[in-house]
């Protein structure tokens, strides 16, 4: 299996700016989560999803913030309007079952 | 709610010399826990977890960790470094047979001196 898989690895966009984080999970994972990543605050959880539907999102930080799962492929994280503070590492997890999360590789998101 | 610790922020150590890089939990249920290692640049990997069966657990790369009920430890150990070994580590805590969350510590990273 390819792994989870994110795109884009980096994204530069300007305060203001929509941004749209995109991930596909493992084949057959049943749970999605989206992770924040800073040198303040750590490893934060966004959101999860089981069998596509969000479970629980009281980590997304602001209503600026919004992420779907239409199928039990694909997930968006949404940013709009994107600020500074936005910078960070956004990571995509999946996992079925058995507990153990597997990581992406992550995108490096700078807001100017 | 559940918590983890670790204690350093940072570790050196020597090429060849012990490993020891320290996880303290608090959680009011039987947790499960995990070290991840994430490496420059790249996502988080699983290194070992305990899910309440044997206390002392091994992983990968010939790391293991030791499931202290009455310290609420879970350090991490491994008997000679090697250079590869530099990175920073996350311990992680969930509830066992409950919630689905993972909570992370702040990270150790590793170094590893020649």
């Known amino acids: 299996d390819a792994g989870v898989i994110q795109s884009p690895r980096h994204e530069v966009t300007e305060m203001g700016q929509e941004v749209t984080l995109r991930c596909k999970p493992i084949?057959?994972?049943?749970?999605l989560f989206w992770y924040r990543q800073t040198m303040m605050r750590g490893l934060e959880l966004l959101i999860y999803f089981n069998n596509n539907v969000p479970i629980d999102d009281s980590g997304m930080p602001e209503d600026r913030f919004s992420a779907k799962m239409p199928n039990a492929s694909f997930s968006t994280l949404k940013i709009q309007p994107s600020e500074p503070r936005d910078s960070a590492v956004y990571f995509c997890?999946?996992?079925?079952?058995?507990?153990?999360?597997?990581f992406g590789p992550g995108t490096r998101l700078t807001v100017t | 709610a559940q918590s983890v610790t670790q204690l350093g922020s940072h570790v050196s150590v020597s090429e060849g010399a012990l490993v020891l890089l320290r996880c303290n939990y608090s959680?009011?249920?039987?947790?499960?826990l995990f070290w991840y290692v994430q490496y420059p640049n790249q996502g988080l990997q699983l290194l070992l977890k305990y899910t309440s069966a044997a206390t002392l657990v091994k992983g990968i790369n010939g790391f293991e960790a030791e499931f202290k009920k009455s310290e609420t430890s879970f350090h991490l150990t491994k008997p000679s470094a090697h250079m590869s070994d530099a990175a920073e580590y996350f311990c992680?805590?969930?509830?066992?047979?409950?919630?689905?969350?993972?909570?992370f510590g702040k990270g150790t990273k590793l170094t590893v001196n020649p």
């Open positions: 997890a999946s996992r079925y079952r058995a507990y153990e999360q597997y």
């Open positions: 992680a805590v969930s509830e066992e047979g409950g919630s689905e969350k993972l909570v």
């Open positions: 084949s057959g994972h049943d749970y």
């Open positions: 959680s009011s249920v039987p947790p499960y």
